[in-house]
Every structure is written in structure tokens, then in C-alpha cells.
């Protein structure tokens, strides 16, 4: 079946480090890719997303490629900062029969971000 | 202006209990979903009604009853409460189901079987 790994975390940076967080996935057909953060408290919320091979989605600092050759959607920021700590969700719908839009989703990866 | 909201926020409850948790969407989007995150944060997809339509009913106990009374609404009724039930549910909108649809969530409401 269709599935989304992500990096075990938690994953701790300094301020204006440099963030990967690798995402790889197994689908049938093309599905689409997004990633979501979800802060302290709070819902999720849409960062970004790619609908097809070689696309790039980009939101706020945050970048990802779909690389449909190595199966991969890493999530990447140039410099972090505190206000990044959250957990971030990379997750795959690949429609299948009937188009359900159903989200599969990876476990989470929590990143905490210190001064 | 809230897109997608859920009440309660919070729902403690005995064992045994029926309940139940209301989610409204102002995004005039036609599908609406029900997620649960457990104690871990996986979160896996319960429920998705289209146009009042239910398309999507995984694994999912019948206890829990969806309802969706018009395009904006999707409750969720828990009966019979468990301890295992203890979870975040999150409700999620979008317009249109296929996979380019983008999902927006609620705040969730954290539900705690005692």
C-alpha cells in the first residue's frame, strides 16, 4: 500500500542553521506531495506542496523538490529560527480509484530550534 | 474569520459515554474529512464526506458515527467511549478530492477517556 517515512526526530538545530528533514514515500500512480507543520497547541497547517515530478513548492523560507527517481519530497530551510519549532508532517494523496483525496501521512518530525 | 473550527476544544468523559464533536467549515469547500492523532502524533484519516456524501470509512469502529446535515458541517459521534478513543481529532476541508486538493484542519479537539 501506499505509505510516507520521514526522519526520526526530534531534531535539534541552532538559530540559522541549516534544516533537512527527509521525506521518501511509496505510491502507485503520481500522487501529490505536501508537507505541514503543526505548532504547539495548534492544527495543522498547509506548507507547501508539488502535484508532480520535479516540481518545487516553497512557503515561507521552506523549499521541497518531488523527486519521483529517488521517491523523495525532503523538506529544506537555509536558516532556521526558534519560531520554527513545531512537529512537520510530510504527507502523500495519490487519489487511487475514485479520487478520495485521502491524505496518508508520515509520522512527524518534531524540530526544536534553540537560540 | 475562522476557516475551519471544532467544538469543544477540550472533551473529558467517562468511560461508557456518548459524545460528540461538531466541525464547520466557511471556506464553501464540498469535502470535509476526520483525522485522529494519536498519543504518538500519527495521524491517520477516518472519514471524508463529499457533497454530504460519505467517500471515505477506514477501519474505523462503529461506534463512530459521522453526519454531515449540509456541505459546511461534519460531526462526529463517539458511542460508547473507550479508553482507547483518548486521541486529538482533527477536522480538514477541501475543495474538490483529488490529489492537487489542498486540505485545510481545525484546531482539533483533544478527547480524554477516563
Known amino acids: 500500500g501506499n505509505s510516507v517515512t520521514q526522519m526520526e526526530g526530534p531534531v535539534t538545530l541552532s538559530e540559522e542553521a541549516f534544516l533537512t528533514i527527509n521525506c521518501t514515500y511509496t505510491?502507485?500512480?503520481?500522487?501529490?506531495l505536501f508537507w505541514y507543520v503543526q505548532y504547539p497547541g495548534e492544527g495543522l497547517q498547509l506548507l507547501l506542496k508539488?502535484?508532480?515530478?520535479?516540481d518545487k513548492g516553497s512557503n515561507k523560507g521552506f523549499e521541497a523538490t518531488y523527486r519521483k527517481e529517488t521517491t523523495s519530497f525532503h523538506l529544506e530551510k537555509g536558516s532556521v529560527q526558534v519560531s520554527d519549532s513545531a512537529v512537520y508532517f510530510c504527507?502523500?494523496?495519490?487519489?487511487?480509484?475514485?479520487?478520495?483525496?485521502?491524505?496518508?501521512f508520515g509520522q512527524g518530525t518534531t524540530l526544536q530550534v534553540k537560540p | 474569520d475562522t476557516a475551519v473550527s471544532q467544538t469543544p476544544k477540550y472533551l473529558v468523559t467517562q468511560m461508557g459515554n456518548d459524545k460528540s464533536i461538531k466541525c464547520e467549515q466557511n471556506?464553501?469547500?464540498?469535502?470535509m474529512y476526520w483525522y485522529k492523532q494519536d498519543s504518538k502524533k500519527f495521524l491517520k484519516i477516518m472519514f471524508s464526506?463529499?457533497?454530504?456524501?460519505?467517500?471515505i470509512n477506514e477501519t474505523v469502529p462503529n461506534r463512530f458515527s459521522p453526519k454531515s446535515p449540509d456541505k459546511a458541517h461534519l460531526n462526529l459521534h463517539i458511542n460508547s467511549l473507550e479508553l482507547g478513543d483518548s486521541a486529538v481529532y482533527f477536522c480538514?476541508?477541501?475543495?474538490?478530492?483529488?490529489?492537487?486538493?489542498?486540505?485545510?484542519f481545525g484546531p482539533g479537539t483533544r478527547l480524554t477517556v477516563l
Open positions: 480538514a476541508s477541501s475543495q474538490g478530492r483529488q490529489p492537487f486538493s489542498s486540505q485545510y
Open positions: 505510491a502507485t500512480g503520481y500522487p501529490s
Open positions: 508539488a502535484t508532480k515530478a520535479d
Open positions: 504527507a502523500l494523496s495519490d487519489g487511487g480509484s475514485g479520487n478520495t483525496g485521502k491524505l496518508i
Open positions: 471556506l464553501g469547500h464540498d469535502t
Open positions: 464526506y463529499n457533497n454530504k456524501e460519505l467517500i
